[in-house]
Nanobody, 126 residues
Framework: QLQLVESGGGLVQPGGSLRLSCAVS????????IAWFRQAPGKEREGVSC????????DYADSVKGRFTISRDNAKNTVSLQLNSLKPEDAAVYYC???????????????????WGKGTLVTVSS
């Protein structure tokens, strides 16, 4: 059973930065495409960014392009999401999720995720 644990959330002022981490255990990270999602109170969960198994392909929601950066370190079983130029509308619980898809070496997606973390809270406020 794959386990994912997010960390790095917190309170930050608008314009500030945070680095979220997703630590994966239970199996090697190499086999999984990873996506970050977020859910704000009263809103639906949305896909924020994803990264392929190889790390060569990434994707970002339009709302975060140019501000967020996803990366993975398969040797450390960790996926990170760098959040820059944060806005109040970025405030949410951020989740990482893993997709067991052996064929998705160079692509990623946001549906059909197999494993989820419990989330880390990001608050953006002055």
């Amino acid at each position: 059973q794959l386990q994912l644990v997010e960390s790095g959330g917190g309170l930050v002022q608008p314009g500030g930065s945070l680095r979220l981490s997703c630590a994966v255990s239970g199996y090697t990270l190499d086999y999984y495409a990873i996506a970050w999602f977020r859910q704000a109170p009263g809103k639906e969960r949305e896909g924020v960014s994803c990264i392929s198994r190889s790390g060569y392909t990434t994707d970002y929601a339009d709302s975060v392009k140019g501000r967020f950066t996803i990366s993975r370190d398969n040797a450390k079983n960790t996926v990170s999401l760098q959040l820059n130029s944060l806005k109040p509308e970025d405030a949410a619980v951020y989740y990482c999720a893993a997709l067991d898809a052996p064929h998705l070496i160079n692509s990623c997606r946001y549906d059909g995720m197999d494993y989820w973390g419990k989330g880390t809270l990001v608050t953006v406020s002055s």
